[in-house]
């Protein structure tokens, strides 16, 4: 396990800690940053994906199935804990958001493939694009929450350019219609660009961090994301009579930690983005020891 931890850990540790210094030093701020990932590069990243993926249709249904499942499973467990430990709005979202919110893209995808070769990394490019249209939306549904309006909450993903970009690009799929060059290159380069803005991102938001509010809270997502989120995936996975390198690839990708996509929406609709943050920051650092464990049962 030590080449994931070079490999994948550590990259992302130091580009989050470039971006934190470089913020810190040129004191820049992380509103306008997180914006674009917000309304330019995340929906690039989107479009882009469906757009060009090519895995067959009842694979991606089980796929996409087993990861409603466990976001499912994750939103009711961190509603009960909400509600038991009298969470406000604002607290509420940030918590939902963490705790339905796995890392599939810049650790699922190189864990995947070094835990299970090319078969796993094709999973996880499908999950990891599914992924990316379920916290683009229903992930923005629960981060609205925080102002406290339910009818807002439903109606929020719709007015971000991210749900219409999944739209376009499943339509480009779908019919066959290759992309023209001008927007294929420009959404690829785009694409490209999302995970590394975010990390800097993430950088940024370490400077707003202080103290250990929300200790017990702290804990018990990372426990939910890091523990309890394999278990409700392999569930789902045997459900679906998935077996070996599917099913261990679905169950490693849910047991990853924190998004960091959820800094970009706690930040935007203030659903306790310093808590977000630390969760995020916590839940990778836990995962070294977690994922060792996962991988050596499932594999």
Not at 30 to 42: D, I, R
Not at 119 to 145: E, R
Not at 246 to 259: D, F, H, K, N
Request: net charge neutral.
């Amino acid at each position: 396990m030590l080449d994931v931890f070079l490999d994948v850990v550590l990259p992302v540790a130091i580009c989050v800690l470039l971006g934190a210094a470089i913020g810190r030093w040129r004191g820049v701020t992380v509103a306008p940053l997180s914006a674009l990932v917000f309304y330019l590069f995340a929906p690039a990243l989107v479009f882009h994906a469906l757009a060009t993926t090519d895995l067959p249709a009842d694979v991606s249904f089980k796929i996409v199935a087993v990861l409603l499942a466990s976001f499912v499973a994750m939103l009711v467990v961190a509603v009960a804990w909400s509600l038991l430990r009298r969470h406000d709005p604002s607290m509420r979202a940030g918590f939902g958001l963490a705790a339905t919110s796995p890392n599939l893209g810049n650790m699922g995808l190189p864990v995947a493939q070094f835990a299970f070769g090319d078969i796993g990394l094709q999973i996880a490019v499908m999950n990891f694009v599914a992924g990316s249209v379920l916290t683009t939306s229903a992930g923005i549904a629960i981060a609205s929450t925080a102002g406290g309006d339910a009818s807002q909450a439903l109606r929020a993903p719709f007015r971000y350019p991210s749900m219409y970009a999944a739209a376009a690009g499943v339509a480009f799929n779908v019919l066959g219609v290759d992309l023209p060059t001008a927007l294929e290159a420009s959404s690829e380069t785009l694409a490209g660009a999302t995970i590394p803005v975010m990390l800097v991102v993430l950088g940024l938001q370490l400077q707003t961090l202080h103290g250990t509010d929300h200790l017990v809270d702290l804990v018990a997502v990372n426990i939910q994301r890091l523990v309890v989120a394999p278990g409700a995936a392999w569930l789902a996975a045997t459900a679906l009579n998935l077996q070996g390198v599917e099913r261990g690839t679905l169950v490693v990708l849910a047991a990853m930690p924190a998004a960091v996509m959820t800094t970009i929406l706690a930040t935007e609709f203030r659903a306790q983005p310093g808590f977000v943050t630390r969760v995020v920051v916590s839940s990778t650092l836990a995962s070294i020891v977690t994922l060792t464990v996962l991988l050596a049962l499932v594999k």
